[in-house]
């Protein structure tokens, strides 16, 4: 008896091990290497590069890698960056850590290395953790770039932002003003995590905003951390509903929050009374931006950012840099900072009840 | 033996009125009704899968998959909404799939704890791996918002009784049935008393694999009734909503008394540890204590709560054992 269940369990596993194996070599062809033929199964590939690290197909090889795979966000830059890869001609190999673990995105990079990328894009979970990592692909004549998130200005040859900071967190509270009517009230902020780089730039530009240009708005308490999870950020709304019952405004920073404040607004029936503002995808607030209990989400199109990380890898493969004003097709206009490899994919973009359905993501 | 089961869940109890004591003179709302409702709402879906791991760490296991199982039935309920009709049949029939779902996940684990003797915390890291992989290759991680959800199962989520949401209810039921079970059913006394000592409880007759198997497959059912109350609760599925639940979920447990060797742990205590984790949540904000020291605060309170009853545990053996002396000598 014993023995039939673990003969049962070992094939068990074995299927699954199997399964594993199929789509990874699906998902890793273009690279398989030395053998003849086979790689010409993927389209656009007339346009060869003169790249200069020899990879194996002469085609020009972009990998990028997100922060984690499997969520809506970097879902959505999946779609552009390998867009793009069928536009431009390029190999887009879009791969990362399953969860948002620094290690694990140490151990995705050095395998894209010895897969021989001409350019590794990169949103560091960690960025000094994978300062050693992205040397040795220097080292190996690989182009390195970071986008999404910066990882160590010294080590990157570009790095792509898809809006700045600054100007992001003031546009968000100039919009929750704008939302709450009055330049004269009590806000409170809730933010996905304590330690998130990037969402506590955000809230010191959205408070330094509050301070020159509104200074009668009275933010309540601490940023509240809401361990990017919508139902903590719903209680703890519930509770700040309750703590503050003349709170106006609620911002929320970190796709999540802003879901779980709308709902519990939505909730309470005070849509009138308390507006929320916040960085959010836009078909995931669609049921609360349409009865008003979310104002506006305010984020940049993710699609767009993966579609311009590999239009700047390509450049970076070429040996080109790109320069400030220039337009890069189906993205825009970007800007370049006075440092010459900080890339800024544009102005934020609101989601209001009016356009939200036009997007899919 | 009575007075050492009050003892047990004493310390928690007398921590949880000294903060509500506190709170309700820092906060005029703390103690009103509708806070201690929206508590006990917000912490449905925590309290249920705690009941459920009770059973486990008093048989001296423990499950590690909880949320990932979890997550894996919200993620299949998702699914059926697309097929179900919008009557309320869809919401009968969902508590019927649900459970059954997380039960037949649940019995997986058991399977391998119980058949193959594998250690119960390898055996669930397995699975919570393979659950959470499954649900992130089948879903993508898409988030599944309200407006795909028969209109049914959202009346079901808004209903209340006598001001008191449907989801409390739930909660109830859960935690009585599982109450009872563990005190008056044969097989609630066997999982008490494989807990207590393996050893002489096989020896006495008590089924080993029946209820190792039994745990982890009611584990499940109540994981599937948590995912319906997760479901109706955040009114969206998100995939990535209760990761890293099954800490919370033990620390409630662990809190309320349950010993992590076994043998010791009860359902009120539980409940009592749930809702210290709880109304410190909710207590810090209403309190308007600074976010940073709120964690500071927490974590001393489950220092203090669990070194209490250690200390006090282990003077009670202490006497037990001077009784036992005495009498021999």
């Not at chain 1, 390195?144 to 932002?161: F, G, I, N, R």
């Amino acid at each position: 008896m014993k023995k039939l269940w673990l003969s049962m369990t070992v094939v068990f596993f074995g299927l699954i091990l199997l399964a594993g194996c199929v789509s990874e070599e699906s998902a890793g062809s273009g690279n398989s290497g030395s053998s003849d033929g086979e790689t010409s199964g993927s389209s656009g590939e007339g346009e060869s590069s003169s790249g200069e690290s020899g990879s194996d197909d002469g085609n020009t090889d972009i990998a990028v890698v997100p922060k984690l795979v499997g969520i809506p966000y970097f879902n959505a830059s999946e779609t552009g960056a390998e867009q793009a890869g069928e536009d431009l001609g390029v190999n887009v190999e879009y791969t990362g850590p399953t969860e948002a673990d620094a290690a694990a995105q140490v151990k995705v990079i050095e395998d894209l290395i010895s897969q021989g990328m001409d350019t590794i894009a990169v949103a560091p979970n960690d960025p000094a953790s994978v300062e050693p990592v992205l040397k040795k692909a220097k080292e190996q004549g690989i182009n390195v770039m970071d986008w999404d998130t910066p990882a160590d200005k010294e080590l990157v040859d570009l790095s792509v932002k898809q809006v700045d900071d600054e100007e992001f967190g003031r546009h968000m509270a100039e919009k929750l003003v704008e939302a709450m009517g009055t330049e004269d009230g009590k806000i409170a902020i809730l933010t996905g995590g304590l330690s998130a780089a990037n969402l506590n730039l955000w809230i010191e530009a959205a408070k330094k905003e509050f301070n020159e240009n509104y200074p009668n708005i009275e933010i309540v308490s601490e940023k509240i951390p809401t361990e990017e999870k919508q139902q903590v950020a719903y209680q703890k709304t519930l509770d700040l509903l309750k703590s503050y019952p003349d709170l106006d405004g609620v911002l929320a920073v970190s796709t999540p929050a802003p879901l779980g404040a709308a709902q519990a607004v939505q909730e309470q029936g005070v849509q009138d009374e308390v507006s929320v503002v916040g960085s959010a995808l836009p078909t995931d607030s669609e049921p609360f931006l349409e009865d008003g209990s979310l104002d506006t989400a305010v984020l940049w199109n993710p699609k767009k950012l993966g579609y311009l990380t590999v239009a700047l890898g390509k450049m970076l493969a070429e040996g080109e840099m790109p320069e400030d004003g220039q337009q890069i097709e189906n993205v825009g206009e970007i800007t370049v900072k006075d440092d010459g490899k900080t890339v800024i994919m544009g102005p934020p973009q609101d989601f209001t009840k009016e356009n939200a359905s036009d997007f899919d993501f | 033996m009575k007075l050492l089961l009050k003892q047990k869940e004493f310390s928690v109890l007398a921590i949880i009125l000294i903060i509500t004591v506190i709170l309700s003179f820092v906060s005029p709302v703390f103690l009103t009704v509708q806070n201690w409702l929206d508590i006990i709402e917000g912490n449905t879906v925590i309290g249920i899968l705690a009941i459920g791991m009770t059973l486990i760490i008093i048989t001296s296991d423990i499950d590690v998959s909880v949320a990932a199982l979890t997550t894996a039935v919200t993620v299949s309920i998702g699914y059926l909404f697309q097929f179900l009709p919008d009557n309320w049949s869809s919401v009968v029939l969902i508590f019927l799939i649900a459970p059954l779902i997380g039960m037949l996940l649940g019995a997986f684990n058991g399977l391998l704890v119980s058949r193959i003797k594998i250690p119960a915390i390898v055996v669930t890291l397995g699975t919570l791996n393979i659950f959470s992989g499954l649900v992130l290759y089948i879903t993508n991680g898409n988030y599944i918002n309200s407006t795909n959800f028969p209109d049914s199962f959202l009346a079901f989520s808004n209903i209340e009784m006598a001001g008191i949401p449907i989801l409390i209810y739930l909660f109830a039921l859960v935690a009585f049935g599982t109450w009872f079970i563990l005190k008056y059913t044969l097989i609630g006394r066997s999982v008490l008393a494989i807990g207590g000592n393996a050893q002489s409880s096989v020896r006495v007759g008590i089924n080993f694999e029946k209820v190792k198997m039994f745990v982890f497959s009611y584990m499940g059912f109540l994981g599937g009734i948590a995912a319906i109350a997760q479901t109706s609760y955040t009114s969206a599925i998100d995939p990535n909503g209760l990761a890293g639940m099954e800490l919370t979920v033990i620390a409630a447990v662990v809190l309320g008394g349950a010993n992590i060797h076994g043998g010791r742990g009860s359902i009120p205590g539980t409940l009592l540890g749930v809702l210290l984790l709880a109304i410190m949540q909710n207590g810090m904000i209403l309190a308007r204590i600074d976010v940073f020291w709120q964690n500071v605060v927490t974590g001393a309170i489950i220092v203090i709560a669990v070194s209490y009853d250690e200390i006090n545990h282990r003077r009670n053996q202490e006497k037990l054992s001077n009784i036992d002396v005495k009498e021999a000598s």
